[in-house]
């Protein structure tokens, strides 16, 4: 009887951890957030991964509006958050509020949901890096890529889909986490994911877009639109991480969103 409670145990643990690593979220029940503001500022939400987390802490809120400003005169605000490290199934779960056992609110620095709330007209998501490199099924990224998108489809803020960038993380996992790269070698013999491919990523966002007829309501924008094709990772756009932009790459990657989301809006844009 003891051998069967901990093996029951063991197998519950196991499903427990699959469920939370290898599967697509159980879909949330929608929030509402509420009436726009009526006023003309152009509202634009950056949320996601260390991309989006990047872009808070260097402060590019400011690009978006000093490249709004040489496109249209009118006022555009940039809000940001991210979670460095972040799969997209935690950029999803981050998009609802966390409550505490007696009801108030739980004060989470990552929670994105107070950004939705100010009813942005757009929302850019940055996500898929880490899916990749920690060896995530396609499946995973794109079924919770889906969620996130419905999510702000109901609350009628059109997403902007970030096609993943080019990274390189061969060099940096071998000086700094062996043994995770281990970890995630052995997770691509049942994810069938091949180690820095991020071509089916890519691919599959793309099928997953046209499948279920979502990809008419996102703004989708390529990483071939501001990211140059011979860059090397050069030091002029990337940090010496090779997966990480620097300010320099943040205004090549930010004058494209701003240019793709106003000409956008001459077509999408809200009364």
Not at 103 to 127: F, I, K, R
Not at 154 to 172: C, K, L, Q, S
Request: with cysteine; proline share 4%.
């Amino acid at each position: 009887m003891a051998l069967l409670t901990l093996l029951g145990y063991l197998g519950y643990i196991g499903y427990l951890f699959v469920d939370r690593e290898f599967l697509v979220a159980d879909e949330l029940p929608f929030y509402d957030v509420g009436p726009r503001p009526e006023d003309d500022t152009l509202r634009i939400a950056v949320i996601g991964d260390s991309w989006a987390e990047f872009h808070m802490k260097l402060k590019c809120d400011t690009l978006f509006e000093q490249y709004g400003r040489k496109l249209t005169s009118k006022p555009i605000k940039c809000m940001n958050r991210g979670r460095g490290g972040a799969k997209s199934k935690e950029i999803y779960f981050d998009m609802f509020r966390s409550w505490n056992r007696d009801g108030s609110v739980l004060n989470d620095y990552y929670c994105t949901q107070p950004l939705l709330e100010e009813h942005p007209d757009y929302c850019v998501v940055m996500a898929g890096i880490n899916d990749t490199w920690k060896k995530r099924p396609v499946s995973y990224y794109t079924g919770n890529y889906r969620l996130i998108i419905r999510l702000l489809l109901a609350n009628h803020i059109r997403p902007v889909v970030m096609e993943i960038p080019d990274f390189e993380m061969g060099d940096w996992l071998n000086t700094h986490r062996k043994r995770q790269r281990h970890l995630y070698r052995f997770y691509s013999y049942f994810t069938g994911v091949v180690e820095d491919d991020i071509t089916p990523f890519r691919e599959g966002l793309k099928d997953m877009l046209k499948e279920t007829g979502l990809g008419d309501s996102v703004l989708y924008i390529p990483h071939s639109h501001w990211l140059p094709r011979d860059h090397h990772y050069s030091a002029e756009i990337y940090q010496e991480d090779h997966v990480h932009i620097n300010f320099q790459g943040y205004h090549l990657l930010d004058s494209c969103i701003v240019s793709e989301i106003l000409n956008d809006y001459k077509t999408y844009g809200k009364n």
